[in-house]
């Protein structure tokens, strides 16, 4: 595959690029992947595409319930663990909240989600079963969703389970996704 973009995939790279420049980092070791975040995309012309090699920009998002009580989390069907929606850039993406934005409302069925435009939280890790490379990175950009009220989420092809749940009672014991939550319950709250 070409390293070259295509124009809607220049123009989701431009945003990227944007975004990741313009973002300020809470902290210095989301300063040090933001930093790595831009060093990718001054390299790769193709970095937001999965078939890029070995690191890939990816886009997610943290849905919360209108009331922001709870957290919707997708039990992975490969990974067999629970994370928040997201996933890889498509062809149509132009930004990279309109990905996060396209990724959680096709893995949890829920229509009328509003993304917020400023990212949440970066996060680079490996993934050993993408894009039939045997490791890459992701370099997850992670946005805040809000669920409409009364938002009741499906199960997609991608997912073993969606659900609900408590924002202080997560199934999960990770300290990235507690943090997740944390950061998006804190944005919530300063709004």
Known sequence: ??????????????????????????????EALR???????????????????????TAGALVVSADHDRVLLTLHAKARRWFHLGGHCEPADTTLAGAALREATEESGIEGLRVDPCPLHLDAHLVA?????REVT?????????????????????????????????????????ALVRLALGRLAGR
Do not use: I
């Not at 220049?10 to 313009?22: F, G, I, N, W, Y």
């Not at 079963?129 to 490379?133: I, L, P, S, T, Y």
């Not at 809000?146 to 924002?167: C, F, H, K, Q, Y």
């Open 138 to 178: 992701h370099l997850d950009v992670r946005f805040l969703a809000l669920a409409p009220p009364g938002a009741v989420p499906t199960v997609s092809e991608e997912s073993l389970d969606v659900r609900w749940w408590p924002a202080e009672s997560l199934p999960t014991a990770d300290p990235d996704m507690g």
């Open 1 to 30: 595959m070409s390293c070259q973009p295509t124009a809607r995939r220049a123009d989701l790279h431009r945003d990227a690029l944007r975004t990741m420049r313009s973002w300020r980092a809470a902290d210095p070791g989301q």
């Open 35 to 57: 930093s790595r975040y831009v060093e990718h995309l001054l390299a790769r012309p193709d970095g937001t595409d999965r078939s890029c090699h070995p690191a890939h920009v």
């Open 129 to 133: 079963f993408c894009a039939g490379h």
